[in-house]
């Protein structure tokens, strides 16, 4: 499990495409000496296993499913992604709960600066849109966000100094394509709600004695 707070920015050394999949390489600085073969580790928000380690280079191998979902298939050999270790037991709580387990991506659709900050608006899916509410908490290439604000087909959020600093959405541009993960509590509810709730319901004068009005 993760927490959205990125401890670094690295950068991709050889990302290999064969049958499918992709051998991604990145060197993770001094974050590869907390890591061993089989940790898992979100790389711009998807959780990768370590398949190998060679001083500061990480090796990953990713699936054909994973490419699908996400956005590491257009990596690169110089590309910067997000990356963050497991959280260990004990930890401080400071982001919210992320799983790596992307569920789809999105494209920026503007960037505002604002002085040292930037609104930051995505355009995304009904599908990704229907798991999120303002004020919410979304994963955006990994990072822990809060949603500010949506649309028909875009949210937007707020992004403070620190965080422009310290992950890729610093150089973030119009067209950029991201992961996104949504908030699994909100996630959760919603599913049971849909499993409560009937889907459709005629609103009657007899349900709304029902219902005591």
């Known amino acids: ?48 296993t370590v398949a190998g380690l060679g001083g500061n280079l990480t090796t990953f191998d990713v699936s054909g499913e994973t490419l699908a979902k996400s956005n590491l298939a257009r990596l690169a050999a110089g590309s910067k992604v997000n990356v963050e270790l497991a959280m260990k037991i004990g930890d401080r709580f400071g982001g919210h709960i992320v799983q790596g387990h992307v569920d789809g991506v ?4 503007t960037v505002d600066k604002r002085g040292e900050f930037a609104d930051i608006r995505f355009e995304a899916e009904g599908e990704l849109l229907d798991q999120m509410v303002v004020k919410g908490s979304v994963a955006v290439d990994g990072i822990s966000l809060t949603i500010a604000g949506m649309d028909g087909n875009s949210f937007s959020v707020a992004v ?54």
């Open 160 to 213: 403070i100094p620190e965080t422009l600093k310290k992950t890729t959405l610093g150089e973030a541009k119009t067209g950029d394509v991201v992961n996104i993960e949504t908030d699994i509590i909100t996630r959760t509810i919603k599913k049971q709600l849909e499993k409560i709730l009937p889907q459709k319901q005629t609103l009657t004068e007899e349900k709304l004695k029902q219902l005591g009005f």
């Open 106 to 109: 999105a494209k920026i659709k």
């Open 1 to 48: 499990m993760f927490t959205g707070l990125i401890e670094r920015v690295c950068t991709v050394k050889s990302a290999q495409t064969s049958a499918g999949a992709l051998k991604l390489s990145i060197d993770l600085g001094k974050l590869a000496g907390e890591c061993k073969i089989g940790d898992s580790i979100a790389v711009s928000g998807v959780c990768l």
